[in-house]
Protein backbone atom coordinates (compact mmCIF):
# COMPACT_ATOMS: atom_id res chain seq x y z
CA UNK A 1 0.00 0.00 0.00
CA UNK A 2 1.35 3.67 -0.37
CA UNK A 3 2.46 5.74 2.38
CA UNK A 4 0.23 8.46 1.35
CA UNK A 5 -2.59 5.92 0.96
CA UNK A 6 -1.57 4.39 4.42
CA UNK A 7 -1.26 7.36 6.73
CA UNK A 8 -5.27 8.86 5.13
CA UNK A 9 -6.53 5.60 6.34
CA UNK A 10 -4.45 4.63 9.62
CA UNK A 11 -3.62 8.77 10.47
CA UNK A 12 -1.53 9.54 12.98
CA UNK A 13 1.31 6.80 14.42
CA UNK A 14 0.84 7.93 17.61
CA UNK A 15 -2.24 9.37 19.17
CA UNK A 16 -3.30 10.27 22.81
CA UNK A 17 -6.04 8.30 22.59
CA UNK A 18 -3.20 5.02 22.32
CA UNK A 19 -1.32 6.28 25.14
CA UNK A 20 -4.34 5.81 27.28
CA UNK A 21 -6.01 2.66 26.57
CA UNK A 22 -4.93 -0.97 26.14
CA UNK A 23 -4.91 -3.02 22.72
CA UNK A 24 -7.68 -5.24 23.76
CA UNK A 25 -9.73 -2.17 25.44
CA UNK A 26 -9.61 -0.12 22.40
CA UNK A 27 -10.41 -3.19 20.32
CA UNK A 28 -13.21 -3.58 22.79
CA UNK A 29 -14.70 -0.14 22.43
CA UNK A 30 -13.73 -0.74 18.15
CA UNK A 31 -16.94 -3.26 18.50
CA UNK A 32 -19.16 -0.48 20.31
CA UNK A 33 -20.44 -3.05 22.35
CA UNK A 34 -23.22 -0.80 23.50
CA UNK A 35 -24.98 -0.92 20.18
CA UNK A 36 -25.82 -4.30 21.26
CA UNK A 37 -28.75 -3.25 22.74
CA UNK A 38 -30.46 -3.15 19.64
CA UNK A 39 -30.36 -6.83 19.45
CA UNK A 40 -32.45 -7.29 21.89
CA UNK A 41 -35.06 -6.78 19.45
CA UNK A 42 -33.97 -10.40 18.11
CA UNK A 43 -35.59 -11.37 21.77
CA UNK A 44 -38.94 -9.43 21.28
CA UNK A 45 -40.60 -12.25 19.48
CA UNK A 46 -40.47 -15.01 21.87
CA UNK A 47 -41.49 -12.78 24.66
CA UNK A 48 -44.52 -11.02 22.70
CA UNK A 49 -45.33 -14.87 21.86
CA UNK A 50 -44.92 -15.65 25.34
CA UNK A 51 -42.25 -18.10 24.88
CA UNK A 52 -39.93 -16.98 27.64
CA UNK A 53 -40.25 -20.77 29.57
CA UNK A 54 -39.81 -22.55 26.25
CA UNK A 55 -35.85 -23.61 27.05
CA UNK A 56 -35.43 -24.84 23.48
CA UNK A 57 -37.04 -21.11 21.96
CA UNK A 58 -34.80 -19.29 24.19
CA UNK A 59 -31.40 -20.87 23.21
CA UNK A 60 -31.86 -20.25 19.97
CA UNK A 61 -33.28 -16.90 20.26
CA UNK A 62 -30.07 -16.42 22.49
CA UNK A 63 -28.15 -17.98 20.08
CA UNK A 64 -29.36 -15.37 17.08
CA UNK A 65 -28.36 -12.72 19.57
CA UNK A 66 -25.40 -13.24 19.48
CA UNK A 67 -24.71 -13.71 15.93
CA UNK A 68 -26.43 -10.40 15.59
CA UNK A 69 -24.02 -8.67 17.76
CA UNK A 70 -20.94 -10.21 15.87
CA UNK A 71 -22.36 -9.18 12.79
CA UNK A 72 -23.48 -5.36 13.77
CA UNK A 73 -20.07 -5.03 15.58
CA UNK A 74 -18.55 -6.05 11.80
CA UNK A 75 -20.78 -3.83 9.90
CA UNK A 76 -20.12 -0.82 12.62
CA UNK A 77 -16.12 -1.07 11.85
CA UNK A 78 -16.18 -1.53 8.29
CA UNK A 79 -18.66 2.09 8.20
CA UNK A 80 -15.66 3.60 10.27
CA UNK A 81 -13.42 2.50 7.81
CA UNK A 82 -15.48 3.38 4.91
CA UNK A 83 -16.05 6.88 6.49
CA UNK A 84 -12.57 7.48 8.29
CA UNK A 85 -11.94 10.96 6.15
CA UNK A 86 -15.18 12.56 7.13
CA UNK A 87 -15.04 11.55 11.00
CA UNK A 88 -11.77 12.82 10.99
CA UNK A 89 -13.49 16.71 9.86
CA UNK A 90 -16.28 15.74 12.48
CA UNK A 91 -16.56 17.68 16.03
CA UNK A 92 -17.35 14.61 17.98
CA UNK A 93 -16.72 11.65 15.45
CA UNK A 94 -12.86 12.24 14.93
CA UNK A 95 -12.31 10.80 18.82
CA UNK A 96 -13.28 7.69 17.22
CA UNK A 97 -10.40 4.72 17.45
CA UNK A 98 -9.45 4.79 14.36
CA UNK A 99 -10.05 8.46 13.12
CA UNK A 100 -7.98 9.12 16.06
CA UNK A 101 -5.38 6.54 15.08
CA UNK A 102 -5.55 4.40 18.14
CA UNK A 103 -6.69 0.97 16.71
CA UNK A 104 -4.49 0.79 12.62
CA UNK A 105 -6.65 0.21 9.83
CA UNK A 106 -5.18 -3.47 9.04
CA UNK A 107 -6.22 -4.75 12.90
CA UNK A 108 -9.64 -3.26 12.53
CA UNK A 109 -9.82 -5.13 9.12
CA UNK A 110 -8.85 -8.49 10.96
CA UNK A 111 -11.25 -8.14 13.62
CA UNK A 112 -14.05 -7.68 11.27
CA UNK A 113 -13.05 -10.70 9.82
CA UNK A 114 -13.51 -12.73 12.92
CA UNK A 115 -16.31 -11.22 13.68
CA UNK A 116 -17.72 -12.40 10.33
CA UNK A 117 -16.43 -16.34 10.73
CA UNK A 118 -17.90 -16.35 14.41
CA UNK A 119 -21.23 -14.88 13.39
CA UNK A 120 -21.46 -17.63 10.26
CA UNK A 121 -20.85 -20.11 12.79
CA UNK A 122 -23.45 -19.61 15.25
CA UNK A 123 -25.68 -19.13 12.29
CA UNK A 124 -24.82 -22.79 11.19
CA UNK A 125 -26.51 -23.63 13.98
CA UNK A 126 -30.05 -21.88 13.18
CA UNK A 127 -32.50 -22.54 10.81
CA UNK A 128 -31.40 -21.40 7.22
CA UNK A 129 -33.97 -18.77 7.00
CA UNK A 130 -32.18 -17.42 10.26
CA UNK A 131 -29.10 -17.45 8.14
CA UNK A 132 -30.79 -15.90 5.29
CA UNK A 133 -31.92 -13.06 7.46
CA UNK A 134 -28.56 -11.89 8.51
CA UNK A 135 -26.73 -11.88 5.10
CA UNK A 136 -29.51 -9.53 4.09
CA UNK A 137 -29.06 -7.38 6.71
CA UNK A 138 -25.36 -7.01 6.14
CA UNK A 139 -25.63 -7.02 2.67
CA UNK A 140 -28.47 -4.04 3.29
CA UNK A 141 -25.75 -2.48 5.74
CA UNK A 142 -23.15 -2.80 3.75
CA UNK A 143 -24.66 -0.84 0.96
CA UNK A 144 -25.86 2.01 3.32
CA UNK A 145 -22.47 2.01 4.56
CA UNK A 146 -21.27 2.54 0.66
CA UNK A 147 -24.17 4.47 -0.77
CA UNK A 148 -27.64 4.60 0.33
CA UNK A 149 -26.34 6.77 3.49
CA UNK A 150 -26.21 9.51 1.00
CA UNK A 151 -29.89 9.69 0.28
CA UNK A 152 -31.62 11.86 2.13
CA UNK A 153 -35.27 9.80 3.59
CA UNK A 154 -33.87 7.12 1.83
CA UNK A 155 -31.37 6.69 4.45
CA UNK A 156 -34.16 7.01 7.49
CA UNK A 157 -36.08 5.03 6.33
CA UNK A 158 -33.33 1.60 5.40
CA UNK A 159 -32.26 2.71 8.60
CA UNK A 160 -35.44 1.35 10.27
CA UNK A 161 -35.53 -1.59 7.78
CA UNK A 162 -32.60 -2.70 9.58
CA UNK A 163 -34.31 -2.29 12.63
CA UNK A 164 -37.12 -4.04 11.89
CA UNK A 165 -35.13 -7.16 10.22
CA UNK A 166 -34.04 -7.87 13.66
CA UNK A 167 -37.60 -8.41 14.43
CA UNK A 168 -37.93 -11.12 11.88
CA UNK A 169 -34.48 -12.51 12.53
CA UNK A 170 -35.95 -13.81 16.14
CA UNK A 171 -39.06 -15.13 14.34
CA UNK A 172 -37.04 -17.28 11.81
CA UNK A 173 -34.91 -18.50 14.42
CA UNK A 174 -37.19 -19.46 17.08
CA UNK A 175 -40.35 -20.21 13.88
CA UNK A 176 -42.41 -17.57 15.49
CA UNK A 177 -44.41 -15.34 13.00
CA UNK A 178 -43.84 -11.83 12.80
CA UNK A 179 -47.43 -10.49 13.17
CA UNK A 180 -48.62 -7.70 10.73
CA UNK A 181 -49.42 -5.36 13.97
CA UNK A 182 -45.61 -5.77 15.21
CA UNK A 183 -44.49 -4.93 11.71
CA UNK A 184 -46.47 -2.13 11.51
CA UNK A 185 -45.43 -0.39 15.15
CA UNK A 186 -41.50 -1.11 14.60
CA UNK A 187 -41.89 0.71 11.52
CA UNK A 188 -42.97 4.05 12.83
CA UNK A 189 -41.43 3.35 15.74
CA UNK A 190 -37.92 2.93 14.17
CA UNK A 191 -38.52 5.31 11.33
CA UNK A 192 -39.05 8.28 13.79
CA UNK A 193 -36.13 7.34 15.96
CA UNK A 194 -33.79 7.40 12.67
CA UNK A 195 -35.23 10.90 11.76
CA UNK A 196 -33.99 12.07 15.76
CA UNK A 197 -30.85 10.63 14.63
CA UNK A 198 -30.59 12.49 11.47
CA UNK A 199 -32.17 16.09 13.41
CA UNK A 200 -29.73 15.68 16.29
CA UNK A 201 -26.48 15.64 13.36
CA UNK A 202 -28.37 18.17 11.89
CA UNK A 203 -28.29 20.83 15.01
CA UNK A 204 -25.29 19.76 15.27
CA UNK A 205 -23.67 21.65 12.11
CA UNK A 206 -21.27 24.36 12.79
CA UNK A 207 -22.45 27.93 12.28
CA UNK A 208 -20.65 28.21 8.64
CA UNK A 209 -21.59 25.02 7.52
CA UNK A 210 -24.67 24.15 5.60
CA UNK A 211 -25.07 20.63 5.00
CA UNK A 212 -24.28 17.54 6.71
CA UNK A 213 -20.77 15.71 5.10
CA UNK A 214 -21.47 12.64 2.96
CA UNK A 215 -24.94 12.78 4.40
CA UNK A 216 -27.67 14.21 1.22
CA UNK A 217 -29.24 16.62 4.03
CA UNK A 218 -29.03 20.42 4.66
CA UNK A 219 -29.39 22.77 7.33
CA UNK A 220 -32.79 23.91 6.31
CA UNK A 221 -34.19 19.79 6.02
CA UNK A 222 -34.37 19.93 9.74
CA UNK A 223 -37.81 20.86 9.67
CA UNK A 224 -38.89 18.73 7.72
CA UNK A 225 -36.77 15.22 9.40
CA UNK A 226 -38.74 17.23 13.05
CA UNK A 227 -42.22 16.25 11.16
CA UNK A 228 -41.62 12.94 9.49
CA UNK A 229 -39.69 11.48 12.85
CA UNK A 230 -43.17 13.32 15.22
CA UNK A 231 -45.35 11.73 12.79
CA UNK A 232 -44.24 8.40 12.75
CA UNK A 233 -43.76 7.89 16.46
CA UNK A 234 -47.14 9.23 16.37
CA UNK A 235 -48.89 6.99 13.98
CA UNK A 236 -47.17 3.99 15.93
CA UNK A 237 -49.30 4.41 19.08
CA UNK A 238 -51.83 4.70 16.67
CA UNK A 239 -50.96 1.12 15.86
CA UNK A 240 -50.96 0.15 19.24
CA UNK A 241 -54.23 0.98 20.37
CA UNK A 242 -55.85 -0.24 17.20
CA UNK A 243 -53.56 -3.18 18.06
CA UNK A 244 -55.37 -3.33 21.62
CA UNK A 245 -58.82 -4.09 19.82
CA UNK A 246 -57.97 -7.01 17.95
CA UNK A 247 -58.34 -11.05 18.47
CA UNK A 248 -54.83 -11.83 19.24
CA UNK A 249 -55.00 -9.44 21.92
CA UNK A 250 -57.83 -11.41 23.74
CA UNK A 251 -55.42 -14.96 23.27
CA UNK A 252 -52.67 -13.41 24.73
CA UNK A 253 -53.25 -11.93 27.62
CA UNK A 254 -55.78 -12.19 30.76
CA UNK A 255 -56.34 -8.23 31.21
CA UNK A 256 -55.70 -6.84 27.84
CA UNK A 257 -57.76 -3.68 28.96
CA UNK A 258 -54.37 -2.80 30.97
CA UNK A 259 -52.44 -2.34 27.96
CA UNK A 260 -54.13 1.07 27.33
CA UNK A 261 -51.94 2.11 30.05
CA UNK A 262 -48.38 1.78 27.62
CA UNK A 263 -50.05 4.31 25.07
CA UNK A 264 -49.61 7.50 27.31
CA UNK A 265 -46.24 6.05 28.87
CA UNK A 266 -45.07 6.00 25.03
CA UNK A 267 -46.69 9.40 24.13
CA UNK A 268 -44.65 10.78 26.75
CA UNK A 269 -41.54 9.23 26.20
CA UNK A 270 -41.61 10.37 21.69
CA UNK A 271 -42.27 13.89 23.22
CA UNK A 272 -39.67 14.02 25.60
CA UNK A 273 -37.15 12.65 23.06
CA UNK A 274 -38.45 15.56 20.62
CA UNK A 275 -37.97 18.65 23.78
CA UNK A 276 -34.47 17.27 24.40
CA UNK A 277 -33.11 16.81 20.88
CA UNK A 278 -34.74 20.08 19.92
CA UNK A 279 -32.54 21.92 23.08
CA UNK A 280 -29.59 20.20 21.23
CA UNK A 281 -28.93 18.15 24.36
CA UNK A 282 -29.74 14.72 22.47
CA UNK A 283 -26.80 12.39 22.22
CA UNK A 284 -25.51 11.67 18.53
CA UNK A 285 -27.71 7.78 19.28
CA UNK A 286 -30.77 7.91 20.47
CA UNK A 287 -29.96 4.64 21.90
CA UNK A 288 -27.19 5.63 23.94
CA UNK A 289 -29.43 8.39 24.75
CA UNK A 290 -32.17 6.09 25.97
CA UNK A 291 -29.24 3.99 28.11
CA UNK A 292 -28.14 6.69 30.09
CA UNK A 293 -31.26 8.91 30.55
CA UNK A 294 -32.93 7.83 34.18
CA UNK A 295 -36.72 8.94 32.85
CA UNK A 296 -36.50 6.40 29.82
CA UNK A 297 -35.36 3.63 31.70
CA UNK A 298 -38.07 4.25 34.27
CA UNK A 299 -40.43 4.32 31.00
CA UNK A 300 -39.35 1.04 29.71
CA UNK A 301 -39.54 -0.81 33.32
CA UNK A 302 -43.02 0.88 32.91
CA UNK A 303 -43.94 -0.85 29.94
CA UNK A 304 -42.36 -4.38 30.98
CA UNK A 305 -44.19 -3.92 34.52
CA UNK A 306 -47.61 -3.32 32.45
CA UNK A 307 -47.19 -5.77 30.15
CA UNK A 308 -45.95 -8.51 33.04
CA UNK A 309 -49.12 -7.67 35.08
CA UNK A 310 -51.53 -7.94 31.63
CA UNK A 311 -50.44 -11.83 31.77
Known sequence: ??????????????????????SVSSILHLLRPHQWLKNILVLLPVLLAHQWKNYGVVRD??????????TASAVYITNDLLDLEADRNHASKRLRLLAAGAVSSSTAVIVTIVLLLLALVL??????????????????????????????????????????IRLFAGGAATHIRISEWTLAFAMFCFLGL?????????????????????????????????????????????????????????????????????????????????IVA??????????????????SLLAAAAILVIGLLCK
Open 278 to 295: GRGKMHADPIVFAIRDRV
Open 123 to 164: ALRLPIAFGGTVLIYFTVSSLYSLYFKTKAILDICILAGLYT
Open 194 to 274: AAVKRYTELQMLPGDSTQLLRRGYERTDQITVHILGMTSMMLSVLVLALYLHSPEVMVLYRHPEMLWLICPVLLYWYGRVW
Open 61 to 70: AVLATACFCA
Open 1 to 22: MPIIVRDRIEGPRSSPVTKGRS
